[in-house]
């Protein structure tokens, strides 16, 4: 069974530092790696998401994650944090290697505390 | 007009009642999802859906039903709401492939009392 592990389960950053989400997943088959945000209020929407090739995946408001295979990780980061990304973030996993039977596996979250 | 729209956005409900929570969505995927979110928990898959008549239980399917009337509709109930069914729920949509995204709703935050 696929699974993701988020550390941390609250993160809090000055404005204009770096931001680095952890998430860790498991899976037996290569799997598709997604981060979506959710802001106060909203549903979620996707950041980001790893299929296949380029292992950096750049997504929207700055933000870019790194598949690294050997250390089962996708880690989120932006070089420098703004007050509006203040939110819940939470990485997800679905699984790979073709077959119809599969579905999105979220991590707990991890919140995001932006200070001036 | 949004992709994915739940009704009500918000709903208090005593315990025993029966509630029912809707989804629709124009995006034309046939599948969809409900979730529960609960601070600290995550996103918990309760039912999903392949198509019209594929429905299946997710993690946590104890106490919830779910009808799919048409590609672009499913709706979850609470036949009978207990207290510990407080939460904010989700409904989601994704085409038939595992590389593409989610479309999320709104939420839909219930409270039972």
């Known amino acids: 069974a696929q699974s993701v592990t988020q550390l941390g389960s609250h993160v809090s950053v000055s404005e204009g530092a770096l931001v680095l989400l952890r998430c860790n997943y498991s899976?037996?088959?290569?799997?598709?790696l997604f981060w979506y945000v959710q802001y106060p209020n909203q549903g979620l929407q996707l950041l980001l998401k790893?299929?296949?090739?380029?292992?950096l995946v750049k997504g929207i408001n700055g933000f870019e994650a790194e598949f690294k295979k050997s250390e089962t990780s996708f880690h989120l980061t932006k070089p420098s944090a703004h007050m509006s990304d203040a939110a819940e973030y939470f990485c997800?996993?679905?699984?790979?290697?073709?077959?119809?039977?599969?579905?999105?596996?979220f991590g707990k979250g991890t919140l995001l505390t932006v200070n001036p | 007009d949004a992709d994915v729209t739940q009704t009500p956005r918000n709903r208090i409900t005593k315990t025993g009642k029966r509630i029912m929570l809707e989804c629709s969505q124009t995006?034309?995927?046939?599948?969809m999802y409900w979730y529960r979110q609960d601070p600290g928990l995550g996103l918990r898959l309760i039912y999903y859906?392949?198509?019209?008549?594929?429905?299946n239980k997710g993690e946590i399917s104890d106490g919830y039903s779910v009808s799919r009337q048409a590609q672009a509709k499913f709706s979850l109930s609470l036949e009978s709401a207990i207290p510990n069914q407080t939460a904010l729920y989700f409904c989601?949509?994704?085409?038939?492939?595992?590389?593409?995204?989610?479309?999320f709703g709104q939420g839909t935050r219930l409270t039972v009392v």
């Open positions: 995006k034309g995927h046939d599948r």
């Open positions: 859906s392949f198509d019209v008549k594929d429905i």
């Open positions: 997800a996993v679905s699984k790979g290697g073709g077959g119809s039977n599969y579905k999105l596996t």
């Open positions: 989601a949509t994704s085409a038939g492939l595992p590389n593409t995204e989610a479309f």
């Open positions: 899976s037996s088959v290569p799997p598709y």
């Open positions: 790893y299929t296949t090739g380029a292992t």
